[in-house]
């Protein structure tokens, strides 16, 4: 029997960059995929719908362009080809993968392919093949539950890995579920052009969110002419598309974005204790089992990146580095038009738990960056502890959010206050002086509103 020091189940963001943190300590480190490595988020989540959506905004722009002095563009003439679209698509996913391959392999991590088999607190399976290690991870990810979009001709489901590998799509879609892929990929396809309808059984399409950021949303889907059905199901068939209630929503496919479920691994000989069907984990990542630790989607945490910070932990640990995982330091990350970042407490948290707090609002409106990219919808929310201005969150709509909040974490991870944030230098013309100026408005000394 083969013996390591760590196996890896799930080369996932979560459990690649754990495998690689790994191979740079020395540990004799395996990694068991049963798919693809780079897991869902390579190879049919974070990267192929990010990479289509940025296809879908340029076409968007590519129509406007007459607004910037560009002539000679027909609004009419100009068509969108999923299908090359998709192929760019794929490139870039081979091309990630390879590189993920090439990096497990320069640090010494091992591949396995197969479906592993947990034995006990120290063995894996893999087909007829057994392996031993000092620790096992768990990095084995999620996907939405199938069969939640209600009693409906099973042909008309689309599942989202599959949405992304179609060679053509057409015109009229359903999306079941909330939560930022059902967002995410409302917004692609109507900037698109195509007809979408949301049915979600949330109230709230993004319920962790800020009010503000929520309401922003809703707002923006309405104008846009995304339909949602909030607290809904769908409750049956019909000829041309499906029913919630009472509405007729015309459809040719109804894509299945449903809460996520974990993926756990088949298990035998060992008792991992479960809450609401993710593994319960402490803040370094260990399971109720001595020598298997959790990380990624299968703890509840849905962000590649939480996975990735995840997983370093759980490596840092067993070598015997105690690094801990807070994750009220992880950015939320939404990738809609214009994008949705957010870290920290919400308004409504910090009000529930009595704190005394300064709010900073500044909208992109008139930011001069924002302006000259014709890209004004938006703002920065900054939150602060009244006594010593310790940012407790921050709030970001902009063109360019998912990159701006990284500003907003590295000051919370240093536990920096309002006049800290005031004290940095922001380039200009820059959409990230919005930070800047909502700190100040924080403070009760805005310079440009």
Known sequence: MKEYDLIIIGSGPAGYVAALRAGQLGLKTAVVEKAKIGGMCLNWGCIPSKTLIESAKLFDRTLKASTFGIDGIDPKAVTFNWKKAVDRKNRIVTRLVKGVEFLLKRNGVETISGEALLVGRNNV?????????????????????????GPIDQSKVVEIDQLFDMSEIPEKFAIYGSGGTACETAVMLRLLGKKVTIVSPQQSLLWFLDSSLSKFISDKFSKSGIKVYAQREITKDGEGGVFSDEDFIECDKLINCADRKAVLPERSGVDIELVDGFFKVDEFMRTSAPSVYAIGDVTGQMTAHAGSAQGACAVNHIAGAKTSFDPLKIPINIYLDPEIAAVGLTEEQIKAKGIEFKKGEFPLSVNSKAITEGATEGFVKVLAESKYGEVLGVHIVAPNATDMIAEAVAIMQLEGTLEDVGAVVHAHPTVSETVLEASFKALDKPLHI
């Open 125 to 149: 399976a893999v087909g007829a093949d057994e392996y031993s290690a000092k620790n096992v991870i768990i990095a084995t990810g999620s996907r939405p539950e199938i069969g939640k979009c």
